[in-house]
């Protein structure tokens, strides 16, 4: 069913268009239910300032530095776009890429890239396919970056094999009481 949509001005009536019941419908249900028209509401979100950032990288990297390895760290926004880019002394020019990757990675799909390369390996169909979509990696070493549930952004470690991720850590952990 059609209903016309009428306009009422200086006492003349006029047909401006048609609209279906349904739309009228939920029109109408939206009215009664608010009391005004349907609005959207504005996003509320937090985003990660540089300092906090800044902050994560480098503990990131001196983790890594005082195990033994040469480090790189790359944070990312909630975009995928680096805020932050670490190349640590004596790191291996592949470990930036490699970083941001995995930081792009843990960001985009929030979970670590530790869990992200399970589901690779376990020849999940959906992440095989993923992973030839540019920017992402199935390497451990990358965490989401989380204001409670909400993850803000990405931070990604590369140039110590199999001990990237607890650097990371201990960079989202020096970060802590800025993450709320």
Known sequence: MVLPIVHVAQGKISVMHTLSLKSAALGIAVLV???RPAEAELLVRHDLPVAV????????VESCVAKGYPESAVVVDRAGETIVAIRGDNAGPHTMENARRKAYTAMSFRVSTTDYAKRFADNNPVVRQQVTLPNVIAISGGLPIKVGDEVIGGVGASGSPGVDEPCVQAGLDKAAGQLR
Request: glycine share 10%; no cysteine.
């Open 53 to 60: 950032a800044l902050t994560i990288a480098m503990a990131a």
């Open 33 to 35: 239910a608010t009391g």
